[in-house]
């Protein structure tokens, strides 16, 4: 029985311990406005409205790690597009980060180049970045809330 009793303390204290490091964690972590992507250039940070940048009709193909296809047909702006309405031109590399800090890296070349890499928007959702061409779709990000440009 007094084994137990140590057995529940312990549990107790490492279930109280995990709640205060959550806690910590989420408070911690960025967030965006809907309808918003910060965007993080040479120490500052700029919160860039979707609705000023103009969507056009993105259509391709994603592939996951297993091979399999999805078509993609939805409304979004080239992250290039995206870049040059917050007034960056000059850099090399985007990561960008998702609401649970998942990130992706894409270079300025893969940016620039057509039709492989935007960010979709849909009414209602935060954005997805699609990197169309990856033989995996590791680098396809949803709820993208920030974009630092190095």
Not at 111 to 122: D, H, K, N, T, W
Request: net charge negative.
């Amino acid at each position: 029985m007094k084994q137990n009793k140590w057995v529940l303390l312990l549990l107790t204290a490492l279930l109280a311990v995990t709640a205060v490091a959550a806690g910590v964690h989420l408070s911690t972590r960025q967030s965006a406005p809907m309808g918003t992507v910060l965007v993080e250039c040479a120490g500052r940070t700029k919160e860039l409205s979707l609705d000023e940048v103009e969507l056009t009709a993105v259509r391709g193909t994603i592939v996951n790690g297993k091979g399999e296809e999805r078509n993609v047909d939805a409304q979004g702006a080239p992250l290039s597009a995206v870049l040059e309405q917050a007034g960056i031109t000059a850099y090399t590399q985007v990561a960008v980060t998702a609401d649970d800090e998942y990130s992706v890296t894409v270079t300025k070349e893969e940016a620039a180049a057509p039709g492989r890499v935007f960010l979709i928007i849909q009414e209602g959702e935060r954005p997805q970045l699609l990197v169309f061409g990856d033989a995996n779709s590791k680098r396809n990000v949803s709820n993208v809330i920030r974009l630092t440009v190095s």
